[in-house]
């Protein structure tokens, strides 16, 4: 263990159909504000492969690893949690 350990970025990887479909201009704005506060690296792709959740549930890929949850603000909770 190292004196001087980096802390592994955090990748957000987002389909913009599915930020289109479930979040509104006050939910982008929650979400952007998070993004900032903690520094995260934001991908936005036009299709994660991911079809048949996509149209279901808000979702992300976080670091590769696929988090979903049942509205857009649960969602934004679970990216805060995972960071504390």
């Known amino acids: 263990m190292g004196l001087f350990k980096k802390k592994k970025k955090v990748i957000l ?10 979040y ?9 504000e998070l993004v900032n ?3 995260y690296q934001v991908k936005e ?5 991911y079809c048949d959740e996509c149209t279901c549930s ?4 976080v670091n590769s690893t696929f988090v979903e949850a049942e509205t857009p603000r649960e969602l934004i ?3 805060k949690e995972k960071n504390t």
């Open 24 to 32: 509104d201009n006050d939910l982008f704005d929650e979400l952007e």
């Open 45 to 49: 792709m036009d299709c994660l492969s």
């Open 58 to 61: 808000p979702y992300v890929l």
């Open 77 to 79: 909770m679970k990216l």
């Open 13 to 22: 990887e987002f389909c913009t159909n599915n930020l289109n479909q479930f």
């Open 37 to 39: 506060e903690q520094d």
